[in-house]
């Protein structure tokens, strides 16, 4: 059965940066496109970040552009989300999904990881 263990998470001032880790219990190459998803309270999940393998390319949120860096080393079977200049807005519990293709959406998910940011 596929794990996703994310790590990373905690308290920051805005303004600061937080490095999200997911380590995968299988071979993430089979995935062709791993992603994080973020959920605020009282709000419905939301897309942050995805890298498609291969040297597929990535594609972000507008909210995270040029501020979140998603990247993924098939090598390590990780991927890791650099989340820079944090705003109280993007406090959320940051969760970790994969997508082996076989029912065309994210089907492996992680148990999320706290990301709270103080102003």
């Known amino acids: 059965q596929v794990q996703l263990i994310e790590s990373g998470g905690g308290l920051v001032q805005a303004g600061g940066s937080l490095r999200l880790s997911c380590a995968a219990s299988g071979r993430t190459s089979s995935y062709v496109r791993m992603g994080w998803f973020r959920q605020a309270p009282g709000k419905e999940r939301e897309f942050v970040a995805t890298?498609?393998?291969?040297?597929?390319?990535?594609g972000y949120a507008d909210s995270v552009k040029g501020r979140f860096t998603i990247s993924r080393d098939d090598a390590k079977n990780t991927v890791t989300l650099q989340m820079n200049s944090l705003k109280p807005e993007d406090t959320a519990v940051y969760y970790c999904?994969?997508?082996?293709?076989?029912?065309?959406?994210?089907?492996?998910w992680g148990q999320g990881t706290q990301v709270t940011v103080s102003s």
């Open positions: 890298m498609y393998r291969r040297g597929g390319g990535a």
């Open positions: 999904a994969a997508d082996d293709q076989s029912i065309g959406q994210y089907n492996y």
